[in-house]
């Protein structure tokens, strides 16, 4: 069998250039750079949306303590409130089933209440600065008076003034 030097000739290129696969995969790198980073971007945004869910559910659960002890539980942590409100006490009477955890490993929520029961603070730090509930508080509420005389926990604090010093996402009541 003898080849066509027409249709196969020896000094024909047979694939990409060593510029053309640098420009290839640079290309390549730039868009999944670029995925990435918007990805990211996303990721944190959900993650602030679960925070905001779970306080909000948390809210619920202590509105339901509140009506069947008339005061909210004097926990000054998340961990003291979990085991308020799920421990053998009336929490289980009331059907409160979990108390959220933040989805961040290396993150935490904020729970602290005034000293005679009647009011309490939950707190949550937002990923996304631009979040619009970091700015949904008038400038002169201080989250960190209702908590006295005791002393606002480390996850509570950076909730006084606009509620955005630390990103962090507060909620009074």
Same mark, same amino acid.
């Given at each position: 069998?003898?080849?066509?030097?027409?249709?196969?000739?020896?000094?024909?290129?047979?694939?990409?250039?060593?510029?053309?696969?640098?420009?290839?995969?640079?290309?390549?790198? *730039?868009?999944?750079?670029? *995925?990435?980073?918007?990805?990211?971007?996303?990721?944190?945004?959900?993650?602030?949306?679960?925070?905001?869910?779970?306080?909000?559910?948390?809210?619920?659960?202590?509105?339901?303590?509140?009506?069947?002890?008339?005061?909210?539980?004097?926990?000054?942590?998340?961990?003291?409130?979990?085991?308020?409100?799920?421990?053998?006490?009336?929490?289980?009477?009331?059907?409160?089933?979990?108390?959220?955890?933040?989805?961040?490993?290396?993150?935490?929520?904020?729970?602290?209440?005034?000293?005679?029961?009647?009011?309490?603070?939950?707190?949550?730090?937002?990923?996304?600065?631009?979040?619009?509930?970091?700015?949904?508080?008038?400038?002169?509420?201080?989250?960190?008076?209702?908590?006295?005389?005791?002393?606002?926990?480390?996850?509570?604090?950076?909730?006084?003034?606009?509620?955005?010093?630390?990103?962090?996402?507060?909620?009074?009541?």
């Amino acid at each position: 069998m003898q080849l066509n030097a027409k249709r196969f000739p020896l000094n024909a290129s047979r694939g990409f250039t060593l510029l053309e696969i640098l420009v290839a995969v640079t290309i390549v790198a *730039i868009l999944s750079s670029i *995925i990435i980073v918007g990805l990211s971007q996303i990721q944190a945004r959900g993650r602030d949306t679960r925070r905001i869910k779970d306080l909000s559910e948390t809210q619920h659960a202590l509105e339901l303590y509140y009506s069947a002890n008339g005061s909210y539980p004097a926990a000054a942590t998340w961990g003291g409130l979990r085991t308020a409100l799920l421990g053998s006490g009336s929490g289980n009477n009331l059907g409160i089933i979990s108390i959220p955890s933040d989805p961040s490993p290396s993150a935490g929520y904020g729970y602290c209440a005034a000293s005679d029961g009647s009011r309490y603070v939950l707190a949550a730090y937002l990923e996304d600065t631009n979040n619009p509930n970091l700015r949904q508080y008038p400038s002169e509420t201080n989250f960190d008076q209702i908590c006295r005389p005791t002393t606002v926990p480390e996850d509570s604090r950076g909730c006084s003034k606009s509620g955005n010093l630390t990103h962090k996402y507060c909620l009074a009541f």
